[in-house]
């Protein structure tokens, strides 16, 4: 049996390899929802202020299901007293909006619920900084809900992540997911996928 030797370099390129990784991971809200997760994209968080803006469009299919949307730190998730960032559950029977992470409760209700039969219901999280203030903004289809303002300290940039419920079990499908950084003007200045 030949030993096996790893170097140093090796290791931390594995490890971060695996912080990169996209696979799915859980969140569990304060309401005792799980939801199954993956990250779309990282953005560093800018210096000066901007909006930062993760959009894509949803296929929901099931409609009992809820899908989340996030653009959060997710270093900082469950362990840092400090707000991760912003997290929403979008209940898609109801039409109802929640504050997942913050524990912020009702957002707000969509007046007309989307239907699979529409076609994808583009969804774009919209949130400038201002600073580590937060004023964040989400557009369901042509429905807007605001998100009341938040202290966001982060340290290592923010994700854009996407989601569906676990019970009941969720099927829906994001496509065209984008993280883009728009400057005051309006202009994007930083833009992926």
Known sequence: MLPIIFTRRYLLERMAEKRSNTGRSMIYSA?????????????AVPVDRST???E???????????????LMETDAVGIAARSPGIGVSVDLMTGLITDVVNNEGVLGYL?????????PVHVKLEVELIGRVVLPTITIGEEIILHPALYLDAQEGLSALVGTSMHPFGDARFENM????????????????
């Open 31 to 43: 309401k005792d929802n799980l939801y199954a997760v993956r990250r779309v994209d990282t953005a």
């Open 52 to 54: 930062m803006v993760f």
């Open 56 to 70: 894509c469009d949803l296929h929901h299919g099931e409609r009992s299901q809820k899908v989340f949307l996030g």
């Open 111 to 119: 007046e007309n619920p989307p239907c699979e039969a529409d076609g």
């Open 178 to 193: 984008v993280l883009h950084r728009q400057a005051p003007a309006g202009r994007a200045v930083l833009s992926a996928e």
